[in-house]
């Protein structure tokens, strides 16, 4: 099976997707021409495409050209890591079922937020990680994986374990799948 891992940003849940599963992932894709994961990509000689959404006629259009992509790379598993666009129609239906996503949230809890880990650490909530099956919702499909953590005061303690149990989980969800 051939992966997928669609990143906006930093790209750190790809790293340790990445360093586990290199001949899995096909390619990384990004919606910013810019984006540090980009370069992670470059420097693990894994292949990468960004195209921008203001580059298309409009989103069904952006999402038919990632649709030919991953179709051309035989991707049957798209792994979203810090995606921040919704994926809507053109893409569901291509790859129902087929598309996973990650949040830095116990789910339901905080759900849709994009700044989870800041708001359930200013309610001194404690939260977790969940990886889910992406739906027509956000944040709402089927759970595959969760676990919790709890409040540290400390917020970049906070985050690192947000982060350290996200590069744990991904990977072994994903370790699933690839078997
Ligand atoms: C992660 O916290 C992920 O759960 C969320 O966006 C963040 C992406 O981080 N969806 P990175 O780009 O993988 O470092």
Redesign the pocket.
Known sequence: MRIAVF?S??????QAIATQFKTAVALVFSDHHDAY?LKRAAHLGIKSVSIELKDCQNKEDYERKIVTLCEENEVSLIVL??YMKIISKTLLDAYKGRII????SYLPDFAGSPHA?EESHARQHGCG?TVHFVDEGVDTGEIIAQERLAYLPDLCAYEKS??DL?HRLYPEVIGRFLK
């Open positions: 990143a940003g930093n790209g750190s849940n790809f994961v890591a810090g996503n990650i949040h830095p880990i990680v947000v982060h996200e």
